[in-house]
Protein backbone atom coordinates (compact mmCIF):
# COMPACT_ATOMS: atom_id res chain seq x y z
CA UNK A 1 0.00 0.00 0.00
CA UNK A 2 1.21 3.41 -0.85
CA UNK A 3 1.44 5.93 1.56
CA UNK A 4 -0.65 8.93 0.60
CA UNK A 5 0.81 12.42 0.11
CA UNK A 6 -1.15 15.99 0.93
CA UNK A 7 -0.64 18.53 -2.49
CA UNK A 8 -1.84 21.52 -1.36
CA UNK A 9 -2.51 23.26 -4.89
CA UNK A 10 -3.17 27.17 -5.49
CA UNK A 11 -3.24 28.82 -9.03
CA UNK A 12 -3.61 32.52 -10.22
CA UNK A 13 -4.10 34.06 -13.91
CA UNK A 14 -5.41 36.86 -15.40
CA UNK A 15 -6.97 34.43 -18.37
CA UNK A 16 -9.86 33.01 -17.29
CA UNK A 17 -9.77 30.33 -19.76
CA UNK A 18 -6.56 29.33 -17.64
CA UNK A 19 -8.22 29.13 -15.01
CA UNK A 20 -11.10 26.59 -16.73
CA UNK A 21 -8.42 24.58 -17.90
CA UNK A 22 -6.87 24.07 -14.33
CA UNK A 23 -9.90 23.36 -13.11
CA UNK A 24 -10.83 20.38 -16.00
CA UNK A 25 -7.43 19.38 -15.13
CA UNK A 26 -8.24 18.70 -11.47
CA UNK A 27 -11.93 17.49 -11.86
CA UNK A 28 -10.20 14.90 -14.73
CA UNK A 29 -6.72 13.88 -12.35
CA UNK A 30 -8.29 14.18 -8.81
CA UNK A 31 -12.00 13.85 -9.05
CA UNK A 32 -12.52 12.72 -5.33
CA UNK A 33 -10.40 15.55 -3.80
CA UNK A 34 -11.16 18.97 -2.97
CA UNK A 35 -11.02 22.03 -4.62
CA UNK A 36 -11.98 25.64 -4.51
CA UNK A 37 -12.46 28.15 -7.25
CA UNK A 38 -12.78 31.44 -5.26
CA UNK A 39 -13.47 33.39 -8.40
CA UNK A 40 -11.97 33.01 -12.51
CA UNK A 41 -8.76 34.49 -11.84
CA UNK A 42 -7.48 32.19 -8.86
CA UNK A 43 -8.37 27.98 -7.69
CA UNK A 44 -6.91 25.87 -4.69
CA UNK A 45 -7.47 22.68 -3.91
CA UNK A 46 -6.37 19.95 -1.35
CA UNK A 47 -5.28 16.61 -4.25
CA UNK A 48 -3.97 13.48 -2.77
CA UNK A 49 -1.37 11.69 -4.65
CA UNK A 50 0.76 7.97 -4.14
CA UNK A 51 4.18 8.74 -2.19
CA UNK A 52 4.97 12.56 -3.39
CA UNK A 53 4.17 15.46 -5.70
CA UNK A 54 2.96 14.10 -9.40
CA UNK A 55 5.72 15.96 -11.36
CA UNK A 56 5.28 14.40 -14.35
CA UNK A 57 1.25 15.25 -14.12
CA UNK A 58 1.50 19.27 -13.41
CA UNK A 59 4.70 19.56 -16.05
CA UNK A 60 2.02 18.72 -18.70
CA UNK A 61 -0.01 20.59 -17.18
CA UNK A 62 2.44 23.51 -17.10
CA UNK A 63 3.43 22.47 -20.73
CA UNK A 64 -0.07 23.31 -21.88
CA UNK A 65 -0.83 26.44 -20.64
CA UNK A 66 2.58 27.54 -21.31
CA UNK A 67 1.38 30.44 -23.52
CA UNK A 68 -0.49 32.47 -20.63
CA UNK A 69 2.69 34.69 -19.06
CA UNK A 70 0.26 35.66 -15.89
CA UNK A 71 0.15 31.95 -14.98
CA UNK A 72 1.96 31.24 -10.86
CA UNK A 73 0.83 27.74 -9.69
CA UNK A 74 2.37 26.11 -6.44
CA UNK A 75 2.07 23.09 -4.30
CA UNK A 76 3.06 22.20 -0.79
CA UNK A 77 3.25 18.74 -1.04
CA UNK A 78 3.96 16.27 2.37
CA UNK A 79 3.72 12.84 3.18
CA UNK A 80 4.87 12.52 6.98
CA UNK A 81 5.42 9.36 7.67
CA UNK A 82 8.39 9.36 5.47
CA UNK A 83 9.13 12.88 6.26
CA UNK A 84 9.03 14.13 2.92
CA UNK A 85 8.25 17.37 2.32
CA UNK A 86 8.71 19.38 -1.26
CA UNK A 87 7.65 23.01 -2.74
CA UNK A 88 6.76 23.00 -6.63
CA UNK A 89 6.38 26.90 -7.72
CA UNK A 90 5.48 27.38 -11.55
CA UNK A 91 6.08 30.58 -12.97
CA UNK A 92 7.75 32.11 -16.06
CA UNK A 93 6.42 28.86 -17.90
CA UNK A 94 8.89 26.53 -15.47
CA UNK A 95 8.45 24.34 -12.26
CA UNK A 96 11.14 24.73 -10.12
CA UNK A 97 10.59 21.74 -8.13
CA UNK A 98 11.30 21.01 -4.55
CA UNK A 99 12.42 24.63 -3.85
Given amino acids: ?35 EQDDEYQIEGELESRWDFPQSLFEELGNSLRHDDT ?8 ELCNEYACLSVYRNGQWAIGV
Fill in 71 to 78: LYMRCLSH
Fill in 1 to 35: MANICTNLFYASSENTETIDTIRAFIEENFPNDWY
